[in-house]
């Protein structure tokens, strides 16, 4: 199948996520659509399932303009996808979860069991996929569960175009390996496949053609030869320069010590390893890399929410450790979440109510045990005068307000209190020029305070313009620090770890990790 | 999809209250009754179950029924034996709630005193009470995104320890009966704690948890009742020894008549309405509950403990619907509680949760129109059958929790901020 996209746009209200998007995928290729998140990828494939409506521009199979009512359009028209989190039904067997919606009877409704074993055995087969048709799928590894996922999507009606959405997301190192020879078999048989990622390795490992997408727009077309570096700056951006003035930084007493700090996820990944980092009041310190490399668990170690497993966290000189949130933010922690709408605010808030989530039992704000509305009221107005938040009234639910005004009264709120260091996680993620470039002279103005700013973001435009002195996090690992003016491809390189003795060991690099092969292999059976 | 809670609507027909624009009233007015808001929604769903009753009532009856074999030649006898029957069953319903009419007549002749008059308000608000505490203890907790199912297990508790204090000391009725109050509202928070610390430290879904308490709850009760410590010194049945009458729940209006029920635990439920709603829209600690209720991660960010407001919210909750059982075995079961005193208040107050849309206002007044057909049911029997009170409960909880049907049904217009639909985030 070949499959073309013609200035496919999608616009929620004012919004443009999907902007112009032109692309093909030739028959039995694997075309890699590479970009950060919220870069538009997701939308652009919902588009293409069905699940999307597109604003304008046309979907082209085998040059037949075509239009997707829902997903069962797109099946039916030889599209299969496999989701990020997996649809599967956990307590039914794998035969059950592929003839899902499409069931086999022998007549009258009855299910016919051999019917739908011998088609998950036929695709097994077909495309060398191994899978036990009586296995219960919540039983299965996470690798073996989107075997699963892949066999269904392969086994619609007349699938040719599979469409995998970050599918090593969840994957260890030797799944990572499996899947990748599976979608070359895939291809070499002559399914095509549209492969998202934002894993550059993965990338060059597998696709035939790459595709970069930032903020919507189609920026890059590289061939799989193309460096590491030349994508991972692609994809984090280089049109745009932002001018933000600031004078040298003057750093001073360290505000934020961390040593070794270390972090294993539930399913036992080291997701930060041995961490080493300094912030200095005064000075804003980028922590650049490409997203998942650790940046979440750092953040969340630094406000306590998460416990490391090992290290040491110091902020102002106090080890931190046994310290609740709480009063973290009270002797001076400012925090700005990367996901503005789960940590940032409470959409369902007022305003008002909003601006005070961290100090409604500080004075002025509490009386008594009771809210003072009054002087929450006043601190509305002033920070939504000072901050321009565009809203109609202090009393006005957050989900009423756009995403950069949203992220203003995190702003607002963060910044109306005394504080010693910030931590900004992607800070004008999902945030319009406008409010981004208020957000940076805010973030500068701060440090010329004396605060010390750990600055988040897998923008490096953002960290160009900003960081005053340069951290790469890689593994969860800082791989090197470097001063502001290096070059982006030395910075490029640091991001996917490319200069760092001994940083394949641990990375999801597909080609070292045959060894461990076997043992995902095993754990099937 | 949007969780929009906020309906600014019922403030609409005011902004249309300028000098010049009368007509202009009318018909934001008349927009107002046609559009599917939570008030109108509310109101249109009892008159629905009112209708959906009368047809009900209709069925059950054997002689409308047999009105309804010979509809086609004399349709006439059909509709006048449907139309009696609904006025009649609906006014039994009344005179059991609110008036009762013939007294009304035999007081103008003076055959009856005024305190007779008021005897079926008294039973409403009776049966009221403890509705609006076990109301407020669900509500409450919905408010904190906990669905508190465990209200009928912390009444039994509340009954328990207000009994307790209530015969086992001696003390002036100005210490004793506080004291009593004071019991009942902590042996209901001590067990509506449980599911609460059981969510914050294990993350047991409290839903599971109360069901389960509830349970034990009652058979608690059923094996206390029997134990010498509690049983009846005079009587052989299953029934508790009475409260000393230091710690009875005075009645409101004894002075106007004996016979009048209402007793001081309502003024008790009224201020604790008063109390829940400061606490939910004035208190730190209630915006502590509205903001983990709506968003548990940007609460935790900001530095809010989730598990210790899961627990200190159920507490509080559990207080409350100890009170109702405080309410009852100082008031209507003063002279002994039995198996059968806290009826069905605690799942009730579920429903009255809902209904008033788990806000203490609602709550209230969802209450006293519970306690309403309760009395009405329990006075019209057995002319009316007793279950048409349950089932006109059901039927109005079940169009307020389905907007969507009521709309359909009314052809009503969407609110400008979408339908409100109740929501129990437990689930």
Redesign the interface.
Known sequence: MRLELKGLTKKFGSFTADDDIDLVVEPGQIHAVLGENGAGKSTLMNMLYGILAPTSGEILIDGEPVTFEGPGDAIAAGIGMVHQHFKLVGPFSVADNVQLGREHTQGLGVLSAKAARKAVLDVSEEYGLKLDPDAICEDLPVGVQQRVEIVKALSGPKTELLILDEPTAVLTPAEITELLQIMRNLAAAGTSILFISHKLKEVQAVADTVTVIRRGKVVAELEPTASEAEMASAMVGRAVTLQVDKTPAEPGEARLEIEGLTVVSDAGVKVLDGLELTVHSGEIVGLAGVEGNGQTELARSI?G?IKPDEGRIAIDGKDVHGA???????DGLG?I?EDRG????????SVA?NLV??Q??DAPF?RR???N?GAVRKRAVDSIAEFDIRTQSPEE?V?ALSGGNAQKVIIAREFSRPRRLLVAAQPTRGVDVGASQFIHSRLVAERDTGTGVLLISSELDEIYALADRIAVIYNGRIVGEVAPDTPRAVIGRLMVGADIAGADDTAPAPDDADQTDEEANGGDR | M?????TPTADEPEAGETPESKPNFMRLFGRYLTEANSVMVTIYSLLLAFLIGAILLIVSDEYTRSTFSYFFSRPQDAWYASRDLIVESYTALFEGAILNLSTLDRYAAGTAEFGDLLRPLSETLTYATPLIFTGLAVGLAFRAGLFNIGAQGQLIFGMMGALIIGFALDLPAVIHLPLAVIAGALAGAAFGAVPGVLKATTGAHEVISSIMLNNIAALFLVWAISTEFLHSETKTDLITKPVDESAVMPKLLSGLSESLRVNWALLIGIGAAVFTW?LLS???????I??VG??E?????????IGSTYTTTMAVAGGLAGLAGAALSLGVGSAGITTNTALEYGFDGITVALLGRAKPGGIVAAALLFGALKAGALSAQPDVPVDISTLLQATIVLFIAAPALVKAILHLRTPRGGLVTLEAKGW
């Open positions: 406000l929410l609740s949130p709480a009063h973290r933010i009270a925090y979440p789960r940590d940032g605010v409470i959409t369902e808030f109510e989530l961290n409604y039992r509490a045990g009771a809210v509305a639910p989900s | 949007s969780t929009d809670t906020k400061w004035r208190s730190t600690f209630g915006f502590r509205r903001a709506f968003n991660h940007a609460s935790a960010t900001a530095g809010m403990r």
